[in-house]
C-alpha cells in the first residue's frame, strides 16, 4: 500500500458540469432525441411538487467512478489482503463459490413478491434443516437481518411466551457482565429491564450471583457459550436449571457459534431459542459492516412465535409461511424476506463444508486459538484465563505493560497494522483491563500465525526500547492516529462545496 | 479439509507447542454428556463444482419471469461497474471500519454516501444505513419519541397509504415499547391522504405523522399541506421517499413551511433498494435515514465523520458514538450494529456513476414507461385505472374480476403482473399494484397487454360457454 498515492479527493472533488457515465443512462421512452426525453410537466407532476434544484451529486465519467472507488477498496484492510484476528467477529475465508452462485441472474432478479421461486426456497428450506440440526432446536427463521435483529427476534418471543401464560410482568433479563453491548441494548427495545451478574476468576458465571438474581420477574437470561471471555461456560446445565426452574428462559447469543459447531449443541445445553450470526460462523462476508444475517432457531417452547416468513414445504412445494400459517408470531422484522443474498451464500458455504467440515471448523479453531494463545504467552503476554482452554478465542491483558511501559492496548493494536496485520478486539470485554480479544479462525495457516507472533515480539521489544513508536503509531497506514475527539465536537458529517 | 490449510504436520507441531495429546483434549471442558453426536441433518460435502451444478440448476428452475411487480423493491439497471467494485475483497471481506487508520477507503465512502443522501433527501445528516426500509420506518418511529419533546403522548399517525408491510414491521418491533399506531384512512377517489383526514386530530398529542411519498398506490401525497399541518400540530415529519424518485420530486427537506418559513420534514427514510441493489427475493437491501442536525444526536445507526490525523491531515473515522450500544448499552438509541455496509457501497457507486441528470432520466423514464403501461392496459375490457391522481411510477389498476387467478394465468405466461392488492384494501375490490421501470421496452409493455387481453378473453369465453 505504501507504493500508492495515499490521499484520495473526494469524488465531488472530481466533478465537473456536463460530464457522466453516459452510457448508464436509458434511452429516452419515445425516440432518441433530448425533445423525446419527458418532463415533470409532460408527466404531470404538479408545480408545487417538482424538485427546483437538482441534488449536489458527483458529475464523473465511469472511469473516474471506477479509478475512484478501486482506490479507496485499497485503503482498506480485508480477509482477502490481510490476517484479521478480530475477537468475536470471526473473520475466516468468505469463499468466493458462495458470492459467484448467489449471484446468478436468476436469483438476483427474483422479485420478492413474484410467484414463490421453487429452486431458491429449497435452498432456504434445507438450509432452515441444518441450521435446526447444528443448533438442536425445532424451528429456524432466516428473516432477521442481523445479530441484534436476531437477538431483537429472540427476545421479543420470549416476551410473547410470558404474556401467552398470562406471566407477563416477567420484564428482567439476566446477563453476564461480560455480554455484549447489543444483549442490553436488545433488552430495552424489548421493553425489558437488564440485570448484570458477576464471573468468577475462572471466566465462569458466579452460580450464586445468579441464585439471588432470578425472581419472579425473569424473563430470561441471555449467554454467549464460550463466553466472550473466551472460555466454554462449565456450569451451563446448572445455569439452565436455575434459570428454568425459575420460569424464565435461555437465550443463546451465537456470536460464538464457532468454536463449538458439531461438537456441542446449545439445544442440548438446554437453550430456548439462539440467535446465529451467519456473517460470522458461516462465512458470509462482512462487507465493511453489514449485510449479516441473524437467523434464530428455536426448542419447543417458543416455536408458534418465530418471525415469519419461515419456508415451509407441502409435499414436493416450498412456500413462504405467512400471518396465516402462524398467527402468534411476532411479526414482520423485514419488508421482505430478510437479506435472502446472505442467507444463500450460507446455504453454499455449509453445504461445501457438508457434515465432516463443520466439525472441523470448531477443531482447526480451537487449535489454532490454544496455539496461539500459547506462543503469545511464551512471548511474554499475560492470558486473562490462561487456567483455562481457549475455545476459538482468547484473551490477552495489557494491564502489566501498560503499568510498566505506558502503552496502551490501541497503541500495541495500532501498531501492529503497521505490521500488516489487522488489530485484535479492543477494550471488550470491558471488565478485562487493556485486553485484546484475539480469535484467528480455522482457515489461517500456522505460517500465518507464526508471522503475527513475531509482529508480537518485536513490539514486545519496542514497548522496552522505544514505546513511543506505539503510542504515535500507525506509521504506515493512509493517516496517522486520528482525532476521535474533534470528530465529535467539530462535526462535519456531509461534503459541502467551498464558498 | 474444505478451507482448512492444515496439513498432519503442523497439527502435530502446533499440539506439542499447546502441550496437547489431540485435537479432541481440546474440548475437554465441555462436559461430555453434552457433546453432540454427528449431526444427520447436513449431508456430506460438496466440491465448488458439484455445489455449482446444484445451484445453478435452481436457479434456472425458477427462471426469470418479465416482472411488472413494485410495492417497494424495484428493478432497474445496475451498471457493471457496481458489483465488479463492490464485490473487490477489499470491501467485500472487511469488518465494520473500528481501525479507522486500516479502513479509510470504507470510511471516505460512507462520508461521500451520507453527503449524497443528503443531496437526494435535502437533509441535513444521514446515517451510514439501517437494514431496510420497513425497518428503517420502525427506528423513525423510535427516534420521533426521543426527538419530539413537545410530545408525551408515543403516538403515531400512520395512513393506510403507506406501504402495509412497513406498519407490520413498525407494530412488530415497535410493539413491546407502547408506541400506537393510529390508522389514518386514504380518499377513496383520489388514493391519497386529504388534509381532512387530519384535521379531525387537530390539538390532539401525536409525536409524528408518516407521509410516504410517493404513496404505496404510486401516487403523490399533497406533501405541503400535511407537512403544515404536522407542525402546527407539533407532530413531527417521518418522510418515506423512493429514492430514485428525488430526482423529479420536491425532497422532504423542502416540504411544508408555508406558515412558519421552515420548510422540510424531520426524519427521513426509505428504501435504498433502487440505487444499484438486486431485486434478489427481497434482500439484502438496505434502509437510509437522514434528519436534520438539531436531532443527529437521537439517530440510530452508525455515522462517518471528518477529522484530522496526528499531522493535521484530514481523515475519516466512526463518530457520534456515544449513541451506540457498545457504549450507552441498555440507554443506546437503537440496539443496531451491523447494518448494510456493502449495499451501500453499492448505491455510492450508483449514484456517482448516474449522477443528477442520470438519476433524473432513470426517474422520467420509469415514470413515463408506467404512464404507458396504464393506457396499453386500461385500454382492455374490464381494466380501468383506480385513481386520477398525478403518480410516479406506479399505479393501482381495478379489474372486473378476482386479481389471484389473473395473476397465475399471466405468471404461467412467464409474466409477473403486480401484485393483488384485496388482502390490504379489500375496500378497493379487486384492485392490482403494477410498476414499470426504465428496464421495460415498449415490447415488453405490449407483451403484458397481450397477455393480459388474452387471459381476460379466454375467462370471459369460458365464462360465456359456461
Not at chain 2, 479509510?104 to 431496510?132: K, P, R
Request: glycine fraction near 8%.
Amino acid at each position: 500500500m505504501t507504493e500508492l498515492k495515499l490521499r484520495e479527493p473526494m469524488i465531488f472533488e472530481l466533478s465537473k458540469p456536463g460530464r457522466g457515465a453516459a452510457s448508464q443512462f436509458p434511452p429516452a421512452p419515445h425516440g432518441s432525441t433530448a425533445a423525446g426525453w419527458p418532463t415533470s410537466a409532460s408527466l404531470g407532476i404538479p408545480a408545487h411538487l417538482r424538485r427546483a434544484r437538482p441534488p449536489l451529486l458527483p458529475e464523473v465519467s465511469e472511469l473516474q467512478t471506477v479509478r475512484h472507488f478501486t482506490r479507496l477498496s485499497q485503503f482498506n484492510f480485508s480477509i482477502d489482503t490481510q490476517f484479521y484476528p478480530l475477537g468475536s467477529c470471526t473473520m475466516k475465508y468468505n469463499p468466493k463459490a458462495c458470492n459467484t452462485y448467489a449471484m446468478l441472474p436468476e436469483f438476483l432478479s427474483r422479485h420478492p413478491l413474484a410467484p414463490e421461486p421453487q429452486g431458491f426456497l429449497a435452498c432456504m428450506y434445507e438450509l432452515q434443516e441444518m441450521l435446526k440440526d447444528i443448533t438442536g432446536m425445532q424451528g429456524v427463521s432466516l428473516t432477521p437481518m442481523a445479530g441484534a435483529q436476531g437477538e431483537f427476534a429472540g427476545v421479543a418471543m420470549i416476551r410473547a411466551y410470558h404474556r401467552a401464560r398470562n406471566d407477563a410482568a416477567r420484564r428482567e433479563i439476566i446477563v453476564p457482565q461480560a455480554a455484549h453491548g447489543t444483549n442490553p441494548a436488545t433488552a430495552a427495545m424489548c421493553g425489558c429491564n437488564v440485570k448484570e451478574i458477576p464471573c468468577d476468576r475462572n471466566g465462569d458465571i458466579d452460580i450464586e450471583a445468579l441464585k439471588a438474581a432470578v425472581s419472579a420477574d425473569t424473563a430470561a437470561i441471555m449467554l454467549t457459550n464460550p463466553s466472550t471471555l473466551g472460555v466454554f461456560e462449565h456450569k451451563i446445565t446448572e445455569v439452565a436449571r436455575i434459570v428454568h426452574e425459575a420460569g424464565g428462559l435461555l437465550y443463546y447469543d451465537g456470536a460464538n457459534l464457532n468454536a463449538i459447531l458439531g461438537k456441542v449443541r446449545p439445544g442440548d445445553m438446554g437453550f430456548d431459542v439462539i440467535h446465529m450470526n451467519l456473517h460470522k460462523t458461516f462465512s458470509t462476508p462482512h462487507g465493511g459492516g453489514g449485510p449479516g444475517s441473524g437467523a434464530v432457531g428455536v426448542g419447543p417452547r417458543l416455536l408458534p412465535y418465530l418471525p415469519i416468513p419461515v419456508v415451509g414445504k407441502e409435499e414436493s412445494r416450498y412456500r413462504w409461511l405467512s400471518e396465516r400459517d402462524l398467527p402468534h408470531s411476532i411479526g414482520r422484522l423485514s419488508g421482505f424476506m430478510g437479506n435472502a443474498g446472505v442467507n444463500l451464500r450460507a446455504y453454499i458455504y455449509m453445504r461445501m463444508l457438508g457434515r465432516e467440515g463443520m466439525v472441523r471448523v470448531a477443531e482447526f479453531a480451537a487449535l489454532n486459538a490454544n496455539y496461539l494463545m500459547k506462543r503469545l504467552t511464551q512471548a511474554g503476554y499475560e492470558a486473562a484465563y490462561p487456567m483455562r482452554r481457549a475455545s476459538h478465542e482468547f484473551i490477552i491483558t495489557l494491564k502489566q505493560e501498560s503499568r510498566q511501559y505506558q502503552v496502551t492496548a490501541m497503541d500495541v493494536a495500532k501498531r501492529l497494522l503497521d505490521f500488516g496485520f489487522h488489530a485484535p478486539t479492543t477494550y471488550f470485554p470491558l471488565l478485562v483491563p487493556e485486553c485484546l480479544l484475539i480469535e484467528p479462525t480455522e482457515t489461517e495457516t500456522k505460517e500465518e500465525l507464526d508471522q503475527f507472533c513475531d509482529a508480537m515480539t518485536a513490539i514486545r521489544r519496542e514497548m522496552e526500547q522505544e514505546p513511543e513508536k506505539l503510542r504515535s503509531a500507525p506509521h504506515t497506514m493512509p493517516v496517522r492516529r486520528l482525532d476521535d475527539v474533534r470528530a465529535v465536537k467539530q462535526l462535519d458529517l456531509v461534503w459541502k462545496p467551498a464558498a | 479439509m474444505p478451507f482448512i490449510p492444515h496439513t498432519a504436520d503442523d497439527v502435530t507441531r502446533m499440539l506439542e507447542v499447546i502441550g496437547a495429546d489431540s485435537i479432541d483434549d481440546l474440548f475437554d471442558e465441555i462436559p461430555a454428556a453434552l457433546k453432540t453426536t454427528p449431526l444427520k441433518g447436513v449431508p456430506p460435502a460438496m466440491s465448488e463444482m458439484q455445489i455449482g451444478r446444484l445451484l445453478t440448476e435452481r436457479a434456472l428452475l425458477d427462471g426469470r419471469p418479465l416482472n411488472f411487480i413494485g410495492a417497494g423493491a424495484y428493478e432497474h439497471h445496475i451498471p457493471a461497474p457496481v458489483w465488479a467494485i463492490a464485490t473487490r475483497g477489499e470491501f467485500y471481506s472487511a469488518y465494520t471500519p473500528y481501525q479507522a487508520e486500516a479502513s479509510q477507503g470504507t470510511l471516505q465512502l460512507i462520508y461521500e454516501y451520507q453527503s449524497m443522501i443528503c443531496a437526494l433527501t435535502g437533509m441535513e445528516v444521514s446515517n451510514a444505513s439501517l437494514y431496510d426500509g420497513a425497518s428503517g420506518l420502525a427506528e423513525g418511529c423510535l427516534m420521533a419519541v426521543r426527538a419530539n419533546r413537545a410530545s408525551n403522548s408515543r403516538r403515531i399517525l400512520l395512513p393506510r397509504d403507506v406501504n402495509p408491510t412497513y406498519g407490520q414491521v413498525a407494530r412488530a418491533i415497535t410493539g413491546n415499547q407502547n408506541i400506537e399506531f393510529e390508522m389514518v384512512d386514504f380518499d377513496r377517489r383520489t388514493g391519497r391522504l386529504p388534509l381532512s383526514a387530519l384535521e379531525a386530530y387537530s390539538g390532539q398529542d401525536f409525536t409524528a405523522l408518516v407521509v410516504q411519498q410517493p404513496n404505496f398506490f404510486g401516487n403523490l401525497e399533497e406533501v405541503d399541506e400535511l407537512t403544515d399541518w404536522a407542525h402546527a400540530n407539533n407532530v413531527l415529519v417521518i418522510a418515506v421517499v423512493n429514492p430514485i424518485s428525488l430526482a423529479l420530486l420536491k425532497p422532504p427537506g423542502e416540504w411544508g413551511g408555508r406558515l412558519d418559513g421552515k420548510p422540510g420534514a424531520d426524519i427521513v427514510c426509505g428504501e435504498g433498494q433502487p440505487l444499484g441493489v438486486p431485486l434478489a427475493s427481497g434482500g439484502p437491501y438496505f434502509g437510509f435515514m437522514a434528519t436534520r442536525m438539531q436531532h443527529v444526536r437521537q439517530m440510530p445507526g452508525r455515522i462517518v465523520g471528518r477529522t484530522a490525523d496526528l499531522e493535521g491531515r484530514p481523515g475519516f473515522s466512526l463518530t457520534l458514538q456515544a449513541r451506540e450500544q457498545h457504549i450507552r448499552r441498555s440507554k443506546a438509541t437503537s440496539n443496531i450494529c451491523t447494518n448494510q455496509g456493502l449495499m451501500v457501497t453499492a448505491a455510492t457507486i450508483y449514484m456517482s456513476l448516474l449522477g443528477a441528470e442520470g438519476l433524473k432520466r432513470v426517474a422520467a423514464a420509469s415514470a413515463e414507461r408506467t404512464a404507458d403501461l396504464v393506457a396499453a392496459l386500461t385500454r382492455i375490457a374490464g381494466v380501468a385505472a383506480a385513481f386520477d391522481t398525478p403518480r410516479f411510477h406506479e399505479a393501482v389498476l381495478l379489474l372486473d374480476r378476482p386479481a389471484a387467478p389473473v395473476l397465475a394465468a399471466l405468471a404461467a405466461r412467464g409474466i409477473s403482473g403486480g401484485l393483488d392488492l384485496c388482502a390490504s384494501y379489500p375496500e378497493l375490490g379487486n384492485a392490482l399494484l403494477v410498476c414499470a421501470t426504465e428496464t421495460k421496452l415498449e415490447a415488453d409493455i405490449e407483451a403484458y397487454a397481450n397477455a393480459l387481453a388474452d387471459v381476460m378473453r379466454a375467462a370471459r369465453d369460458v365464462r360465456g360457454a359456461a
